[in-house]
């Protein structure tokens, strides 16, 4: 196959190359100063947030976009992807389809100049960084239950590759003590999977404890009518949703990895029982054979043999 790659394709893929950098960044800083479960995974699997700050046009354009635009380059969204509040009309932001986009689990918003209001920033202090102060503040929230939506998604696919890393047929010995070590060390780590699992799931009972101190946000609708779609009921659902995903995984998993571990235990002992067999009957050869050469050692062999018969005849 023969490919073409122009320069609208090649500033996509220095724009991702930034953000793929400045994550691996985040990542290493958060491994120094504070470590968590993020910080032994992949740079993509942790929830990063993005702010980019437009002066004229808005980065997230709705319906009707043209094709191959300049916000091409720095993310292609679907109208139906943009979140956004009425009373703060330059600040919108996008999850990424389903809240996973295919580069991870990364937040990016947006504040177009044209369209935001002064006295939304005036408490924020002066220049770019006034942006910033307000984005942190108004997402605080937001962030939060999009990092749990990442643990969750990220413990999934973790659960997923354990299950398909397993192979028993034609497996050596080498490779079964191997094999026992990784179940052992997928039963360390997703220990207290489980108990959060199953805390978000009751937290996720109730859509009251994802409301926002700034009010909810709202996306356009999947379907034909002008229905908005709820950030709240979003997070409330996806949570819910990967929350019972794992538990339900998880305990198959369990109950699989324990068959494992008993066909492995009823190989070895299979194996060790052909073992002694083989011992055995090399101990009975090894018997014979000796007795044999002692008796063909003995000139006298034959009349001791006759006597050990008659005496057990006579004794009959």
């Given amino acids: 196959m023969i490919s073409r790659r122009g320069p609208l394709d090649l500033k996509r893929e220095a724009v991702e190359g930034a953000r793929s950098k400045f994550k691996e960044m985040a990542k290493v800083w958060f491994g120094k100063n504070m470590p968590g479960y993020f910080c032994g995974v992949s740079a993509n699997a942790m929830p990063t947030a993005e ?32 979140w956004s509040k009425h009373s703060k009309g330059g600040l919108k932001f996008t999850l990424g389809q389903s809240g996973i986009r295919r580069e991870g689990v990364h937040l990016i918003s947006s504040v177009c100049e044209s369209e935001a209001e002064s006295q939304d920033f005036k408490h924020y202090g002066e220049g770019e960084r006034k942006y910033v102060n307000y984005a942190v503040e108004v997402f605080s929230d ?104 794992i538990l339900v995984e998880e305990h198959s998993l369990r109950e699989h990895f324990d068959q494992v571990a008993n066909i492995i235990s009823i190989r070895e002992s299979v ?35 006759e006597l050990l018969l008659a005496t057990i005849v006579s004794f009959k």
């Fill in 51 to 82: 702010l980019v700050v437009t002066k004229l046009e808005p980065l997230f354009l709705g319906r009707g976009a043209p094709f191959e635009s300049w916000q091409d380059l720095v993310f292609n969204v679907r109208p139906t992807e943009v």
């Fill in 142 to 245: 937001v962030l939060a239950n999009y990092s749990v939506v990442g643990y969750l998604t990220e413990n999934l696919k973790a659960l997923k590759l354990s299950r398909s890393s397993l192979r028993l047929s034609k497996i050596g010995k080498v490779k079964q003590l191997r094999l026992l070590e990784d179940i052992q060390k997928f039963f360390d780590q997703s220990l207290g999977a489980p108990v959060i699992a199953s805390e978000l799931k009751r937290r996720a009972s109730h859509s009251s404890n994802f409301l926002y101190r700034y009010g909810d946000y709202s996306a356009p609708g999947l379907g034909s009518k002008n229905e908005l779609r709820s950030l709240r009921h979003f997070f409330t659902q996806a949570t819910d949703h990967y929350s019972d995903t």
């Fill in 271 to 305: 194996q060790a029982q052909q073992k002694t067999q083989v011992l055995t009957v090399l101990a009975l050869l090894v018997a014979v054979l000796s007795m044999v050469i002692t008796a063909l050692q003995s000139p006298s062999w034959v009349k001791e043999l």
